[in-house]
């Protein structure tokens, strides 16, 4: 009689090991970025099933290697843990001369994540590793083999590597064992549901708006009993009417109602330094999206103004992937601006790619200032 067996001694050694690594990685995350979050999924599999033959002559093993396939839902607990439910379908194990025994497993698991950026992690953003403990319930049916099923619960473990993205879709890999006779190898699209957490502020930058200086009061007229002449403090002139007076003005013949800044130059005259990228991707990072919040800002006090968005990247790779990168880029800055209330006829996304440097792509310093985005009114 074939034998559905459960390793459970190896099996707990197996999880020990995975826990305490998981509990030496364990530390603090950035709480006020986390926002606990449902998500579901489903993923492919390639799986190894491996029933004892417990002595059976007539009955032989043909095909361990098998497929199918997995759905799963869970919810972000904590920065570094999720839960999560699951169930698989691992396909079947056949036999010679005749007979198969498939395997269907449902469970429940406890996954925890590390080695990754703290407040990417609290989003579930960019990459990262988890492991998974967890338990479960096995199912088997068998055609034209006899078996017998020996503790049906057992405990399961993996390791996995994911890769989040900002609009909560994330791309999973991961390796999972139900004892010693079935694991598997899955790859699966999950997708969360809702905002993913708070993002933190900075202070303004100087090249906020100002508002227009108020007028200063005048002072009362000073007489005399042998001059007629009146002395007033006289307004400080503001010759081109955009809030900031010509002693500080040094663009001293902007158009009255362009945004300017704290110095009276147009506040959408090029790069805003800044707004940057993680590497090689089109995630904003969290000081890019505090800045951004200031151009949302400037937008709302000049409903009228009209913007291109234009993203650039060094030299690094292909022409054709940095053009491709910097369209992700732009669309991505355009995304953020809709989604703070911007309407967006008023933006205009525009790729560059590498084809507009502003300094030498020679330098760590000049691929740095290459790798910007440009605001300019329309």
Excluded: W
């Excluded at 417990?54 to 843990?81: A, H, K, L």
């Amino acid at each position: 009689m074939m034998i559905v067996k459960r390793a459970v001694a190896n099996t707990v050694l197996v999880v020990s090991s995975l826990t305490l690594v998981a509990c030496g990685s364990l530390g603090g995350g950035p709480q006020s970025d986390f926002k606990g979050r449902i998500y579901g999924g489903a993923g492919l599999l390639i799986s190894k099933l491996e029933p004892e033959n417990n002595g059976v002559t007539e009955f032989s093993v043909d095909e361990t290697q098998s497929g199918g396939g997995s759905v799963v839902i869970g919810y972000d607990v904590m920065p570094r843990i999720s839960v999560e439910g699951h169930y698989s379908a691992l396909g079947e194990a056949t036999f010679t001369p005749d007979g198969s025994i498939d395997y269907q497993v449902a469970g429940l698991s406890a996954l925890v994540y590390g080695l990754n950026d703290e407040r990417d992690r609290a989003r579930r953003e960019g990459f990262s590793i988890y492991g998974r403990l967890g338990g479960g319930f096995l199912q088997n049916d068998a055609e034209l083999v006899p078996f017998e099923q020996v503790n049906e619960f057992h405990l399961l473990a993996g390791i996995g590597a994911e890769y989040g993205l900002s609009n909560g879709l994330a791309v999973r890999l991961e390796g999972v064992s139900h004892d010693l006779d079935a694991q598997y190898v899955q790859a699966a699209l999950i997708y969360r549901i809702g905002e993913s957490g708070s993002r933190r502020s900075r202070p303004a930058t100087q090249r906020a708006p100002v508002t227009p200086a108020p007028t200063p009061a005048t002072i009362p007229a000073e007489t005399d009993s042998t001059s007629s002449l009146v002395i007033t403090d006289a307004t400080p002139l503001d010759s081109d009417a955009d809030g900031v007076v010509d002693t500080a003005d040094q663009c001293n013949d902007t158009l009255a109602g362009t945004p300017v800044g704290a110095d009276g130059c147009t506040y959408f005259d090029g790069a805003i330094e800044g707004v940057v990228f993680d590497s090689g991707s089109d995630v904003l990072t969290l000081e890019a999206r505090s800045i951004l919040g200031e151009v949302v800002d400037v937008l709302n006090q000049y409903p009228q103004t009209r913007i291109t968005i234009g993203a650039h990247t060094d030299n690094q790779g292909s022409g054709e992937s940095n053009l491709m990168l910097s369209k992700q880029r732009a669309i991505a800055v355009t995304r953020f601006l809709v989604e703070q209330g911007i309407d967006g006829s008023r933006l205009a996304p525009r790729a560059y790619g590498e084809s507009q440097p502003r300094q030498s792509n020679d330098t760590a310093e000049g691929r740095a200032a290459n790798r910007r985005v440009e605001f300019n009114l329309l």
